[in-house]
Protein backbone atom coordinates (compact mmCIF):
# COMPACT_ATOMS: atom_id res chain seq x y z
CA UNK A 1 0.00 0.00 0.00
CA UNK A 2 1.23 3.40 -0.71
CA UNK A 3 -1.00 7.19 -0.17
CA UNK A 4 -1.84 8.26 -3.65
CA UNK A 5 -1.05 11.84 -4.25
CA UNK A 6 -4.92 12.40 -4.21
CA UNK A 7 -4.93 10.45 -0.49
CA UNK A 8 -1.95 13.22 0.21
CA UNK A 9 -3.98 15.92 -1.06
CA UNK A 10 -6.94 15.57 1.27
CA UNK A 11 -4.40 14.89 4.28
CA UNK A 12 -3.89 18.55 3.27
CA UNK A 13 -6.65 20.21 2.90
CA UNK A 14 -8.05 18.23 6.62
CA UNK A 15 -5.30 19.21 8.59
CA UNK A 16 -3.19 22.63 7.10
CA UNK A 17 -4.90 26.25 8.20
CA UNK A 18 -7.35 27.71 5.96
CA UNK A 19 -5.18 30.15 4.72
CA UNK A 20 -2.20 27.75 3.76
CA UNK A 21 -1.72 27.19 0.16
CA UNK A 22 -2.90 23.30 -1.02
CA UNK A 23 -1.30 21.19 -3.35
CA UNK A 24 -4.61 20.43 -4.96
CA UNK A 25 -5.40 24.45 -5.62
CA UNK A 26 -2.02 25.05 -7.37
CA UNK A 27 -2.78 27.61 -10.35
CA UNK A 28 -0.30 25.11 -12.55
CA UNK A 29 2.72 24.95 -14.20
CA UNK A 30 3.75 26.89 -17.21
CA UNK A 31 3.71 23.55 -19.50
CA UNK A 32 1.35 20.78 -18.72
CA UNK A 33 1.91 17.88 -17.88
CA UNK A 34 1.34 14.63 -15.77
CA UNK A 35 1.22 14.94 -12.24
CA UNK A 36 3.21 11.75 -9.83
CA UNK A 37 1.20 9.08 -8.39
CA UNK A 38 2.19 9.54 -5.12
CA UNK A 39 3.93 13.09 -4.42
CA UNK A 40 1.76 16.33 -4.16
CA UNK A 41 2.96 18.95 -6.92
CA UNK A 42 4.82 20.96 -4.14
CA UNK A 43 6.79 17.68 -3.25
CA UNK A 44 7.22 17.37 -6.59
CA UNK A 45 9.17 21.08 -7.23
CA UNK A 46 11.23 20.72 -3.82
CA UNK A 47 12.93 17.28 -5.55
CA UNK A 48 13.17 18.66 -8.86
CA UNK A 49 15.10 21.93 -7.02
CA UNK A 50 17.41 19.36 -5.23
CA UNK A 51 18.65 17.69 -8.37
CA UNK A 52 19.58 20.84 -10.09
CA UNK A 53 23.39 21.87 -10.99
CA UNK A 54 22.48 25.14 -9.85
CA UNK A 55 21.88 23.81 -6.20
CA UNK A 56 25.29 21.47 -5.75
CA UNK A 57 27.26 24.70 -6.81
CA UNK A 58 25.82 26.07 -3.33
CA UNK A 59 28.84 24.06 -2.16
CA UNK A 60 31.06 25.94 -2.67
CA UNK A 61 29.70 29.46 -2.91
CA UNK A 62 30.83 32.29 -0.35
CA UNK A 63 28.20 32.92 2.70
CA UNK A 64 30.28 35.11 4.43
CA UNK A 65 33.66 33.29 4.51
CA UNK A 66 35.27 32.20 1.32
CA UNK A 67 35.38 28.00 0.97
CA UNK A 68 39.20 27.78 1.30
CA UNK A 69 39.26 29.74 4.85
CA UNK A 70 37.88 26.37 6.71
CA UNK A 71 36.23 23.71 6.64
CA UNK A 72 33.44 24.78 9.36
CA UNK A 73 32.00 28.20 8.06
CA UNK A 74 28.72 28.22 6.40
CA UNK A 75 28.43 28.47 2.88
CA UNK A 76 25.45 28.72 0.09
CA UNK A 77 24.42 25.30 0.72
CA UNK A 78 24.61 24.97 4.58
CA UNK A 79 23.27 28.10 4.73
CA UNK A 80 20.43 27.25 2.44
CA UNK A 81 19.57 24.13 4.22
CA UNK A 82 19.66 25.82 7.57
CA UNK A 83 17.02 27.99 6.46
CA UNK A 84 15.12 25.17 5.24
CA UNK A 85 15.23 23.15 8.67
CA UNK A 86 13.40 26.95 10.19
CA UNK A 87 11.62 27.34 7.58
CA UNK A 88 9.67 23.63 7.75
CA UNK A 89 10.03 23.98 11.69
CA UNK A 90 7.80 27.55 11.33
CA UNK A 91 5.45 26.08 8.60
CA UNK A 92 4.26 22.59 10.68
CA UNK A 93 3.93 24.97 13.52
CA UNK A 94 1.25 27.67 11.74
CA UNK A 95 -0.36 25.07 9.74
CA UNK A 96 1.09 26.22 6.53
CA UNK A 97 2.19 24.08 3.89
CA UNK A 98 5.42 22.79 4.99
CA UNK A 99 6.13 20.95 1.51
CA UNK A 100 5.77 24.19 -0.41
CA UNK A 101 7.84 26.64 1.99
CA UNK A 102 10.79 23.93 1.84
CA UNK A 103 10.86 24.25 -1.99
CA UNK A 104 10.84 27.92 -1.73
CA UNK A 105 13.47 27.92 0.86
CA UNK A 106 16.21 25.50 -1.03
CA UNK A 107 15.59 27.77 -4.57
CA UNK A 108 15.94 31.14 -2.82
CA UNK A 109 20.01 31.66 -3.55
CA UNK A 110 19.89 29.48 -6.34
CA UNK A 111 21.09 32.19 -8.22
CA UNK A 112 23.40 34.01 -5.87
CA UNK A 113 26.70 34.45 -7.77
CA UNK A 114 30.21 33.56 -6.47
CA UNK A 115 31.31 35.72 -3.45
CA UNK A 116 28.33 35.87 -1.72
CA UNK A 117 26.80 39.58 -1.89
CA UNK A 118 30.02 41.34 -3.22
CA UNK A 119 29.65 39.56 -6.52
CA UNK A 120 26.14 40.51 -7.01
CA UNK A 121 27.49 43.84 -6.33
CA UNK A 122 29.66 43.48 -8.75
CA UNK A 123 27.66 41.83 -11.63
CA UNK A 124 24.65 44.18 -11.31
CA UNK A 125 27.01 46.95 -11.63
CA UNK A 126 28.90 45.70 -14.55
CA UNK A 127 25.37 44.73 -15.68
CA UNK A 128 23.53 48.33 -15.38
CA UNK A 129 23.09 48.90 -18.58
CA UNK A 130 21.97 45.51 -19.65
CA UNK A 131 19.18 44.63 -17.12
CA UNK A 132 21.35 44.96 -14.13
CA UNK A 133 21.77 41.63 -11.93
CA UNK A 134 20.09 40.18 -8.83
CA UNK A 135 19.62 36.93 -7.54
CA UNK A 136 16.30 36.84 -6.67
CA UNK A 137 15.65 37.44 -10.63
CA UNK A 138 18.59 34.88 -11.51
CA UNK A 139 17.02 32.21 -9.20
CA UNK A 140 14.02 32.54 -11.53
CA UNK A 141 15.64 32.39 -14.61
CA UNK A 142 17.76 29.14 -13.04
CA UNK A 143 14.53 27.47 -12.52
CA UNK A 144 12.02 28.86 -15.37
CA UNK A 145 14.85 29.12 -18.12
CA UNK A 146 18.69 27.60 -17.42
CA UNK A 147 18.00 24.64 -15.74
CA UNK A 148 18.35 22.19 -18.94
CA UNK A 149 17.15 18.88 -17.60
CA UNK A 150 14.05 17.64 -19.87
CA UNK A 151 13.11 17.66 -23.53
CA UNK A 152 9.82 19.22 -23.44
CA UNK A 153 10.27 22.38 -21.65
CA UNK A 154 12.69 24.35 -20.27
CA UNK A 155 14.10 25.10 -16.84
CA UNK A 156 12.36 23.19 -14.12
CA UNK A 157 8.60 23.76 -14.99
CA UNK A 158 7.53 24.18 -10.99
CA UNK A 159 4.55 25.48 -9.70
CA UNK A 160 3.09 29.17 -9.95
CA UNK A 161 3.11 28.99 -6.11
CA UNK A 162 6.90 27.95 -6.20
CA UNK A 163 7.76 30.33 -8.34
CA UNK A 164 5.81 33.55 -7.35
CA UNK A 165 7.48 32.45 -4.05
CA UNK A 166 11.02 32.78 -5.45
CA UNK A 167 10.32 36.12 -6.67
CA UNK A 168 8.56 37.32 -3.58
CA UNK A 169 12.01 36.49 -1.43
CA UNK A 170 12.26 39.44 0.92
CA UNK A 171 14.83 40.32 3.57
CA UNK A 172 16.66 43.29 4.84
CA UNK A 173 19.22 42.72 1.81
CA UNK A 174 16.50 41.51 -0.48
CA UNK A 175 14.01 43.23 -2.14
CA UNK A 176 11.51 41.45 -4.74
CA UNK A 177 10.14 42.63 -8.33
CA UNK A 178 6.99 40.59 -8.66
CA UNK A 179 5.92 42.45 -11.88
CA UNK A 180 4.59 39.18 -13.46
CA UNK A 181 3.19 37.16 -10.05
CA UNK A 182 0.40 39.07 -9.17
CA UNK A 183 2.21 42.76 -7.74
CA UNK A 184 -0.19 44.17 -5.50
CA UNK A 185 -0.77 41.17 -3.31
CA UNK A 186 1.92 40.06 -0.62
CA UNK A 187 3.15 36.63 -0.28
CA UNK A 188 1.46 34.12 0.29
CA UNK A 189 2.13 32.34 4.02
CA UNK A 190 5.00 30.33 3.08
CA UNK A 191 6.77 32.60 0.89
CA UNK A 192 6.64 34.98 4.09
CA UNK A 193 7.71 32.09 6.42
CA UNK A 194 10.66 31.89 3.45
CA UNK A 195 11.94 35.03 4.39
CA UNK A 196 11.33 35.36 7.96
CA UNK A 197 13.87 31.96 7.83
CA UNK A 198 16.27 33.34 5.36
CA UNK A 199 16.69 36.29 8.02
CA UNK A 200 16.41 34.54 11.21
CA UNK A 201 19.33 31.55 10.09
CA UNK A 202 21.65 33.92 8.40
CA UNK A 203 22.16 36.35 11.70
CA UNK A 204 22.47 33.21 13.83
CA UNK A 205 24.91 31.08 11.91
CA UNK A 206 26.68 34.63 10.85
CA UNK A 207 26.71 35.12 14.43
CA UNK A 208 28.37 31.93 15.06
CA UNK A 209 30.59 31.99 12.20
CA UNK A 210 32.28 35.15 13.64
CA UNK A 211 32.87 33.87 17.01
CA UNK A 212 34.35 30.39 15.54
CA UNK A 213 36.50 33.26 13.64
CA UNK A 214 37.87 35.01 16.25
CA UNK A 215 36.92 38.03 14.30
CA UNK A 216 34.51 38.31 17.04
CA UNK A 217 34.72 37.82 20.82
CA UNK A 218 32.44 37.64 23.78
CA UNK A 219 33.81 40.95 25.30
CA UNK A 220 32.70 42.97 21.77
CA UNK A 221 28.83 41.65 22.46
CA UNK A 222 29.16 42.67 25.79
CA UNK A 223 25.71 44.77 26.70
CA UNK A 224 23.87 43.75 23.24
CA UNK A 225 21.06 42.89 24.86
CA UNK A 226 20.18 39.62 22.81
CA UNK A 227 23.44 38.22 23.57
CA UNK A 228 22.92 39.06 26.91
CA UNK A 229 19.48 37.35 27.00
CA UNK A 230 20.93 34.13 25.66
CA UNK A 231 24.01 34.17 27.74
CA UNK A 232 22.21 34.40 31.05
CA UNK A 233 19.81 31.97 30.21
CA UNK A 234 22.36 29.00 29.51
CA UNK A 235 24.20 30.41 32.41
CA UNK A 236 27.23 31.18 31.02
CA UNK A 237 28.96 34.48 31.89
CA UNK A 238 32.63 34.99 31.36
CA UNK A 239 35.92 33.32 30.29
CA UNK A 240 37.41 31.43 27.33
CA UNK A 241 34.10 30.61 25.02
CA UNK A 242 34.45 26.90 24.20
CA UNK A 243 33.07 25.18 21.77
CA UNK A 244 30.39 23.75 23.38
CA UNK A 245 29.32 26.61 25.07
CA UNK A 246 28.97 28.38 21.41
CA UNK A 247 26.83 25.75 20.36
CA UNK A 248 24.39 26.17 23.42
CA UNK A 249 24.50 29.70 22.87
CA UNK A 250 23.40 29.88 19.02
CA UNK A 251 21.09 27.20 19.86
CA UNK A 252 19.24 28.93 22.45
CA UNK A 253 19.39 32.29 19.95
CA UNK A 254 17.77 30.23 17.13
CA UNK A 255 15.35 29.10 19.79
CA UNK A 256 14.19 32.31 20.75
CA UNK A 257 13.86 33.95 17.77
CA UNK A 258 11.61 30.84 16.28
CA UNK A 259 9.54 31.13 19.22
CA UNK A 260 8.24 34.79 18.96
CA UNK A 261 8.41 34.51 14.85
CA UNK A 262 5.40 31.48 15.72
CA UNK A 263 3.70 32.97 18.46
CA UNK A 264 3.46 36.74 17.37
CA UNK A 265 2.54 35.43 13.87
CA UNK A 266 -0.15 33.12 15.18
CA UNK A 267 -1.07 36.12 17.09
CA UNK A 268 -1.53 38.94 14.42
CA UNK A 269 -3.10 35.76 12.02
CA UNK A 270 -6.01 35.42 15.28
CA UNK A 271 -6.48 39.41 15.33
CA UNK A 272 -6.15 39.53 11.27
CA UNK A 273 -9.52 36.93 11.14
CA UNK A 274 -8.47 36.13 7.53
CA UNK A 275 -9.53 32.79 6.63
CA UNK A 276 -8.42 32.13 2.85
CA UNK A 277 -4.85 32.55 0.91
CA UNK A 278 -5.89 35.26 -0.99
CA UNK A 279 -7.57 36.97 2.38
CA UNK A 280 -4.33 36.74 3.74
CA UNK A 281 -2.31 38.36 0.55
CA UNK A 282 -4.46 40.71 0.48
CA UNK A 283 -3.46 42.31 4.07
CA UNK A 284 -1.57 45.68 4.26
CA UNK A 285 1.46 43.97 6.16
CA UNK A 286 3.08 40.75 6.58
CA UNK A 287 1.63 38.50 9.37
CA UNK A 288 4.92 36.36 9.49
CA UNK A 289 7.50 38.40 11.97
CA UNK A 290 8.95 39.17 15.20
CA UNK A 291 7.60 41.02 18.20
CA UNK A 292 8.22 44.61 18.70
CA UNK A 293 10.96 43.64 21.24
CA UNK A 294 12.67 41.24 19.29
CA UNK A 295 12.83 43.56 16.31
CA UNK A 296 14.60 45.79 18.37
CA UNK A 297 17.31 43.58 19.94
CA UNK A 298 17.71 41.78 15.90
CA UNK A 299 18.22 45.25 15.00
CA UNK A 300 20.92 45.85 17.33
CA UNK A 301 22.82 42.98 16.81
CA UNK A 302 22.59 43.11 12.95
CA UNK A 303 24.20 46.25 13.25
CA UNK A 304 26.95 45.24 15.28
CA UNK A 305 27.47 42.31 12.81
CA UNK A 306 27.39 44.62 10.36
CA UNK A 307 29.86 46.99 11.58
CA UNK A 308 32.28 44.06 13.41
CA UNK A 309 31.78 41.57 10.80
CA UNK A 310 30.24 42.56 7.22
CA UNK A 311 33.05 45.21 7.47
CA UNK A 312 36.21 43.40 9.42
CA UNK A 313 39.10 44.16 6.54
CA UNK A 314 39.57 40.40 6.55
CA UNK A 315 35.56 40.42 4.79
CA UNK A 316 36.14 43.24 3.00
CA UNK A 317 39.59 42.63 1.53
CA UNK A 318 37.83 39.56 -0.01
CA UNK A 319 34.98 41.19 -1.53
CA UNK A 320 37.55 43.82 -3.02
CA UNK A 321 39.56 40.73 -4.87
CA UNK A 322 36.04 39.28 -5.54
CA UNK A 323 35.38 42.44 -7.37
CA UNK A 324 38.39 42.79 -9.58
CA UNK A 325 38.21 38.37 -10.45
CA UNK A 326 34.57 39.10 -11.46
CA UNK A 327 35.23 42.25 -13.59
CA UNK A 328 38.56 41.09 -15.16
CA UNK A 329 36.92 37.69 -15.92
CA UNK A 330 33.93 39.85 -16.99
CA UNK A 331 35.51 42.21 -19.27
CA UNK A 332 37.84 39.73 -21.02
CA UNK A 333 35.07 37.23 -22.34
CA UNK A 334 33.43 40.45 -23.34
CA UNK A 335 36.47 41.56 -24.96
CA UNK A 336 36.93 38.20 -26.87
CA UNK A 337 33.65 35.98 -26.84
CA UNK A 338 36.01 32.75 -28.51
CA UNK A 339 37.20 32.56 -25.05
CA UNK A 340 34.54 31.50 -23.59
CA UNK A 341 33.92 27.59 -23.79
CA UNK A 342 32.26 26.40 -26.84
CA UNK A 343 28.85 25.35 -24.99
CA UNK A 344 28.71 28.80 -23.06
CA UNK A 345 29.31 31.05 -27.29
CA UNK A 346 26.20 28.83 -28.33
CA UNK A 347 24.03 30.62 -25.90
CA UNK A 348 25.32 34.11 -27.47
CA UNK A 349 22.41 34.60 -30.53
CA UNK A 350 19.28 33.66 -27.67
CA UNK A 351 20.75 35.73 -25.06
CA UNK A 352 23.37 38.23 -26.16
CA UNK A 353 26.71 38.57 -25.53
CA UNK A 354 26.68 40.82 -22.13
CA UNK A 355 23.85 38.10 -20.44
CA UNK A 356 25.27 35.19 -21.88
CA UNK A 357 28.21 36.41 -19.83
CA UNK A 358 26.98 37.43 -16.65
CA UNK A 359 24.91 33.70 -16.90
CA UNK A 360 27.88 32.32 -16.98
CA UNK A 361 29.95 34.00 -14.48
CA UNK A 362 27.00 33.67 -12.12
CA UNK A 363 26.94 30.01 -12.20
CA UNK A 364 30.29 29.92 -11.00
CA UNK A 365 31.38 28.69 -7.67
CA UNK A 366 34.14 30.82 -5.63
CA UNK A 367 37.12 27.93 -6.86
CA UNK A 368 35.97 27.94 -10.29
CA UNK A 369 35.78 31.51 -10.84
CA UNK A 370 39.48 31.91 -8.88
CA UNK A 371 41.18 29.07 -11.45
CA UNK A 372 39.62 30.68 -14.33
CA UNK A 373 40.84 34.13 -13.21
CA UNK A 374 44.41 32.49 -13.55
CA UNK A 375 43.77 30.52 -16.67
CA UNK A 376 43.25 33.86 -18.12
CA UNK A 377 45.84 36.14 -16.62
CA UNK A 378 48.58 33.77 -15.35
CA UNK A 379 50.94 33.10 -18.48
CA UNK A 380 52.01 30.10 -15.96
CA UNK A 381 48.56 28.29 -16.01
CA UNK A 382 47.41 26.27 -18.14
CA UNK A 383 44.67 28.06 -20.30
Known amino acids: MFYTREQLEA??????????????ETKGRAYPE?????????????????????FRRLEYKTQVFINY??????????????????????????????????????????????FGHAGEVTLNRLMKDHGGFDHNKQSLRIVTKLENRYPDF??????????????????????????DYDPDLRGHLEAQIANAADELA?????????????????????????WEIIRESVEWREGPLDELTRHRLIRRLIGLTVSDVIYTTASKLRESGVKSREELQRLPYNVIGFSEAMTRRNRELKDFLYHNLYRHHRVVRMAVKADRILSELFHAYMAEPHTLPSHVQAWIDQRGLERTVCDYIAGMTDRF????????FDPKTKP
Open 369 to 376: AIEEYHKM
Open 34 to 54: DESEYRTVFQRDRDRILHTTA
Open 154 to 179: PGLNLSWEVREGIVKHETEYDVSDAS
Open 202 to 226: YTAHDLDDGLRSGMITPDMLSGIEL
Open 69 to 114: EGDYYRTRLTHTLEVTQVGRTIARALGANEDLTEAICLAHDLGHPP
Open 11 to 24: QEAKRLAPYACLSK
